[in-house]
């Protein structure tokens, strides 16, 4: 079987070498790969702190896939040679007034309910634990379970890895899904260049709501803006998200394999279509918030502003496996989560490609829980 992978994100590269892996010859279509949410992404796994009231299916998928991630790293980076820079330092979830407490005291009630990971945290002891944290902080919620990756890095030694697997790429947009006789039998690309396969696997992120060929899929754009700053060594041992009077930011560490010292502070949730403008309004609410947290953001540098479009679904769950067309797989819709899901996402649709069974725990994540 033949199989062709439309969109060289972390979410299509993942499919792409574990179905390498399993010898399938694969080649992936993408004029910019890893150009998409891919870029912008911080990185966060998260499934604890992201948890919420009926996802409980959501939350088991992104907990297997958390499972998952020490040894996936361990594989990409050998396959690919490229650090990744897993941390495991957990994360801090802190609030600033009565309002932010309530809710941060429902989250920990829901959370302990599922039996997950979680501890109150005094606002003294959120500082024992991140020193840099403003003193203002009310108090906090200690998820040690929930990590980080570089995704720039994840994505750097996905490509390497899939290509030493043998997986092609092909710089290009696609313009077509061709459908022969009811069935996918490959892709037109934009010069009319014509791909023969007997699979395609749509990983187009935000954009594979509607692409010829396939029925309209219920994948919608999410507008997210993002800072990078330089110059955070010592600033943050973790992950910090926090509650600034009602509006969520996060602030996250990583090593840029340069300075060693990057903070990722995000996001906007903007149902703005695709737009890709970075605003003035939004950079300065992630400051001002950003700021309220961590005092010492304001003397960082201010290297990159991006924004991008989270995939989004109505259940802010991902569409998983077969579609209408025979021949046609998704891997999209990942909404918040598709560092996160990357590896579960990778194995469950490569083995759908290689047997025709789609594992269990994403049985879920099909399109026709939507209907028609």
Not at 134 to 162: F, K, M
Not at 200 to 213: F, K
Not at 216 to 221: G, I, Q
Not at 257 to 265: A, P, R
């Amino acid at each position: 079987m033949t199989v062709v992978v439309l969109g060289g994100g972390l979410i299509g590269l993942s499919v792409a070498w574990r179905a390498a892996q399993r010898g399938l010859p694969v080649t992936v279509v993408d004029d910019a790969p890893g150009g998409g949410a891919s870029q912008a992404a911080a990185g966060m796994l998260a499934p604890v702190t992201e948890a919420a009231y009926g996802e409980e299916a959501l939350l088991r998928l992104c907990l297997a896939s958390l499972g998952r991630y020490p040894a996936f790293v361990a594989e990409v980076e050998r396959a690919g040679g490229v650090p990744v820079g897993l941390r495991t330092q957990g994360t801090v979830v802190v609030g600033f007034d009565e309002d932010d407490m309530r809710a941060l005291d429902a989250l920990l009630e829901f959370q302990r309910e599922l039996g997950l990971a979680v501890e109150r945290l005094t606002a003294r002891a959120a500082r024992r634990r991140e020193p840099s944290l403003s003193p203002r902080v009310r108090g906090a919620l200690h998820v040690p379970g929930d990590h980080s990756v570089d995704g720039r890095a994840l994505h750097a030694g996905l490509l390497a890895a899939a290509g030493a697997a043998g997986v092609r790429l092909v710089s290009s947009r696609v313009a077509e899904v061709r459908v022969v006789d009811g069935r996918a039998a490959g892709v037109r690309l934009a010069d009319g260049t014509d791909l023969v396969a007997d699979a395609v696997v749509v990983a187009l992120g935000a954009r594979s709501g509607a692409l010829p060929g396939v029925p309209p899929l219920p994948v919608r754009p999410v507008k997210g803006q993002i800072l990078r700053m330089r110059g955070a060594a010592g600033l943050l041992e973790g992950t910090v998200r926090a509650l600034v009077r009602g509006r969520q930011v996060y602030l996250v560490p990583y090593d840029d394999g340069v300075t060693g010292d990057g903070l990722i502070v995000g996001a906007t949730v903007e149902d703005r279509g695709f737009d890709a403008a970075v605003t003035a309004g939004g950079v300065h609410d992630l400051l001002h918030d950003a700021i309220e947290v961590v005092p010492g953001v304001s003397e960082l540098e201010l290297v990159e502003t991006i924004a991008r479009w989270r995939p989004a679904t109505a259940d802010n769950g991902p569409l998983l496996g077969p579609s209408e067309v025979p021949g046609v797989a998704l891997a999209t819709g990942h909404y918040r989560n598709g560092v996160l899901l990357a590896p579960v996402t990778g194995e469950v649709v490569a083995e759908h490609l290689a047997t025709g069974e789609l594992p269990e725990l994403a049985a879920p994540f099909t399109a026709d829980r939507f209907g028609r």
